[in-house]
């Protein structure tokens, strides 16, 4: 019988001896944010500064919502609204915040149109300083290739690279991700997900499905 021990969720260093990698979900103190039990950052730089140096402007009320066992390489950035500019006037640059009698032009700055909540699926793979802009929603199982620049969204099972991203290929063909997405791993209890690491990892999508916690 495969041991079925999962490791502890709710520690931030899940490797002691590596402490550039953390998980996110007992990291984040922010309102604003949620993330999914396992998913990690990974940075030789101090990746317990992740809600300041890896989410950007990020004033609300849009949130940033990570799903479950989520790998961020070094560098990951999520742009977040509050890096708006007003763009239907001559200039964008934003003299209110200077200060002295420009900030009587507040109301020129606030109530800009926003894109919503960024929200990242459960089992994404982002590379190294991958950058998501505002308000995009990537789906499960995607990858985002080192240095992407994600400005819409990202189906599920995709692979995107590039400035602006772009859809290089699927990972599975519709019918399969279909069948991946109904199976949703990501939500087996932790013990049956720990029973089954390597078909989650190796198998194939009959064996994942053979797998599956059967229902009552």
Not at 11 to 34: A, C, F, G, N, Y
């Amino acid at each position: 019988m495969t041991s079925a021990v999962p490791p502890e969720p709710n520690v931030v260093h899940p490797m002691p001896e590596q402490t550039r990698v953390v998980l996110l979900k007992p990291l984040v103190t922010s309102p604003l944010i949620e993330v999914g039990e396992f998913s990690y950052y990974d940075d030789p730089d101090d990746p317990t500064a992740f809600e300041t140096r890896n989410v950007l402007y990020h004033y609300g009320p849009e949130r940033l919502v990570i799903g479950r066992f989520c790998a961020l390489g070094t560098g990951v950035r999520f742009i977040m609204n509050g890096a708006n500019h007003r763009m239907d006037g001559p200039s964008t640059f934003p003299f209110p915040i200077m200060g002295g009698s420009w900030a009587e032009h507040f109301d020129l700055i606030t109530g800009l149109p926003g894109r919503g909540d960024t929200v990242v699926g459960n089992d994404v793979w982002f590379g190294y300083r991958a950058t998501v802009m505002p308000g995009v929603r990537i789906g499960h199982g995607a990858i985002v290739a080192s240095g992407a620049v994600v400005v819409d969204d990202v189906p599920d099972y995709a692979i995107v690279g590039g400035n602006p991203a772009r859809v290089i290929r699927r990972r599975h063909d519709d019918a399969d991700i279909a069948r991946l997405l109904s199976v949703a791993w990501w939500d087996w209890p932790a013990e049956h997900i720990t029973r089954h690491v390597r078909t989650i990892m190796s198998g194939s999508i009959d064996e994942l499905e053979a797998a599956a916690p059967k229902q009552d």
